[in-house]
């Protein structure tokens, strides 16, 4: 059976190595994984014991409406429940968006360096990709965007993805951009502008936008979050759509019945209420942030400042050079190559003695893998 050219030529998002098979191949006894962005405490004991506790109801089918947990996120959030929409993961919510307001030869837009799935869900769904160049310090200009935007904007193009802060460079958008971006953008019939925040209860910056509101604005505004990082359940596989009920019900046509099965549902709700849990996530992630900075500081490495709960630094080495010799110490890092910088290593946080490790292998790195 043939394939389309698209799928013949789609390269698939490559995830961070796990643990198990570096041990495997590699035949250590400790590795430390810091390439996924994932939270190191484990998953709240809240959680834990929810699941626990679902494991009882698991000869039925899950609640193909997430209702109790859609209820939840929209009393935190101030939007109707009929607003949310729950994923397998917020990737699948990014795959939905694609495949229900996209056509075959429709494109989206989304900054350079930015994260890979965009990319990779177009393509599958033969949708092409309108890439916003981005300057050195990974950053770009909202206002020349617009004026080629009004210059050359087709009506193929269907999807603004911004991925704030963004993932892999750690940088973010401001509230005041993204006032300017949706003054021109926002209310649109002819296209959606989907704010993607995974990473948003790390952000320590006071100018970043409050995303809820823009959406309350715009109803073309959609906000993509994730139970994978700060949440800790990655490994279960929870995201949340808001976006204006007009847009959320071709979503749910669409979307799996059983997107999202019981533990994940009952784990998620949990989590939401542990906010000791929460609360001390962000502070390991500040501290361990803040501790990078000033290791790359000494080590005389340029790193860009993030919003998220991982650095990306320019290893001034060849990276994949890098990753090979990391990991044969047992430290799991990401090399950059995939996004175009063959130079760069995006580090996770993880606990205060995984990234004490951390710092002690890359120095060891760093003098052997030679400069370029
Ligand atoms: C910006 C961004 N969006 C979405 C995701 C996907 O998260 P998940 O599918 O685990 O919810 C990630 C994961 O790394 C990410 O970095």
């Known amino acids: 059976m043939q394939v389309s050219p698209e799928i013949e030529s789609l390269i698939p998002y490559k995830p961070g190595k796990p643990i198990e098979e570096t041990k495997r ?49 929209a009393q935190q959030w101030q939007v109707r429940a009929d607003d ?144 994978s990082k700060i949440f800790g359940l990655a490994g279960l596989r929870v995201g949340a759509l808001i976006g204006n009920a007009e847009h959320t019900q071709w979503i749910n046509r669409v979307r799996n019945p059983f997107n999202v099965n019981t533990l994940a549902q009952e784990a998620a709700i949990a989590a939401m209420d542990d906010v000791e849990y929460l609360k001390k996530s962000q502070k390991v992630v500040w501290e361990g942030l803040d501790d990078y900075y000033q290791f790359f500081n000494e080590a005389g490495i340029s790193y860009t400042p993030s919003q998220t709960n991982f650095v990306l630094f320019d290893s001034q080495r060849d990276g994949q050079l890098f990753f090979i010799n990391a990991m044969r110490k047992g430290l799991l890092v990401r090399p950059m190559g995939g996004y175009g910088l063959p130079r760069h290593i995006r580090l996770s946080v993880g606990t205060p003695a995984e990234n004490e490790k951390a710092k002690q292998t890359l120095t060891q790195v760093f003098k052997e893998v030679p400069k370029l």
């Open 25 to 73: 191949e590699l035949g250590l006894t400790e590795v430390i994984k810091l390439a996924s962005n994932e939270n190191p405490l484990g998953p709240s004991p809240m959680a834990i014991e929810a699941i626990k506790k679902a494991t009882l109801d698991l000869a039925r089918y899950p609640d193909p409406t997430c209702f109790k947990l859609r209820g939840k996120l």
């Open 84 to 227: 949310i929409v729950i994923g397998n993961g917020s990737n699948e919510l990014i795959d939905l968006l694609i495949r229900v307001f996209c056509e075959p030869g429709d494109k989206i837009i989304t900054p350079q360096k930015s994260f890979v799935a965009y990319g990779v869900c177009a393509q599958a769904a033969r949708v092409g990709k309108m890439e916003i160049t981005i300057d050195k310090d990974f950053k770009w200009d909202v206002d020349k965007f617009l004026r080629d935007f009004k210059k050359d904007h087709n009506s193929r193009e269907k999807i603004l993805f911004i991925a704030n802060p963004n993932n892999p460079t750690g940088t973010y958008l401001t509230k005041d951009e993204v006032d300017r971006l949706l003054s021109e953008l926002g209310g649109r019939q002819d296209i959606l502008v989907v704010f993607d925040e995974a990473y948003n209860e790390f952000v320590r910056a006071n100018d970043f936008p409050d995303s809820a509101g823009f959406f309350k604005k715009y109803n073309n505004v959609l906000v993509v979050r994730t139970f």
